[in-house]
């Protein structure tokens, strides 16, 4: 099992900057992904980025690769989500998950396992 917190949503203007945190606990493995998705209003959730629990290996979809940026503290079990530029499109849910099986970072949720509850992020225009 492995147990998923985020943290650090908020309310923010367009252009301003976040960090979300994902806290994992329970059996983690170097070989695990943990990825950031997203559900907007309306929307169906979507992949923002992940990254390897182990060496440089990061992905992210196109609508934020330029703006955001994935990182980790291993010695914390955190992994962030920087987010520069945000735009009102941004608003949504962000959810973080883990995927404990593919040995490339998947973009599919049907890939990750494990979810956190979300945290909320809202950009006002």
């Known amino acids: 099992q492995v147990q998923l917190v985020e943290t650090g949503g908020g309310l923010v203007q367009t252009g301003d900057s976040l960090r979300l945190s994902c806290a994992a606990s329970g059996r983690t493995f170097s070989w695990f992904t943990i990825g950031w998705f997203r559900r907007a209003p309306g929307k169906e959730r979507e992949f923002v980025a992940a990254i390897k629990l182990s060496g440089p290996n990061t992905r992210y979809a196109d609508s934020v690769k330029d703006r955001f940026s994935i990182s980790r503290d291993n010695a914390k079990n955190t992994v962030y989500l920087q987010m520069n530029g945000l735009k009102p499109e941004d608003t949504a849910v962000y959810y973080c998950?883990?995927?404990?099986?593919?040995?490339?970072?998947?973009?599919?949720?049907?890939?990750?396992?494990?979810w956190g509850q979300g945290t909320q992020v809202t950009v006002s225009s």
């Open positions: 998950a883990a995927d404990t099986e593919y040995a490339g970072i998947s973009a599919s949720l049907r890939s990750y396992a494990y």
